[in-house]
Nanobody
């Protein structure tokens, strides 16, 4: 059974950094999956933050220059390095593994990131 497990969230002061990890257990051919980090702030819709598709990586404008997505296919793991965090980055961050060929996806349970002084 595929399990998506995020970790690394927490409370950080503005300007600080966090590194989120997402391990996808029991998933074959991890390298073909589009891995994405999403976030959902209170009262707002879930939004895509960054995604990694093979050699392609892209992030939303609000985090460009501050967040970096990377993946280690040998460990079935994707990371989100978040620097210079702002209060607006406060949200639950979710990991998503999407199979574009067969059109299905797996979600993690989310990890809370709170940016506050």
């Amino acid at each position: 059974q595929v399990q998506v497990v995020e970790s690394g969230g927490g409370l950080v002061q503005p300007g600080g950094s966090l590194r989120l990890s997402c391990e996808v257990a029991s998933l074959s051919m991890f390298e073909i999956y589009v891995m994405g980090w999403y976030r959902q702030a209170p009262g707002k819709e879930r939004e895509l933050v960054c995604f990694s598709n093979g050699s392609s990586r892209k992030c939303t404008d609000a985090v460009i220059g501050r967040f970096t997505i990377s993946r280690d296919n040998s460990k079935n793991t994707v990371y989100l390095q978040m620097n210079n965090l702002k209060p607006d980055d406060t949200a639950v961050y979710y990991c998503n593994a999407k199979n574009l060929i067969h059109n299905y996806a797996f979600w993690g349970q989310g990890t809370q990131v709170t940016v506050s002084s």
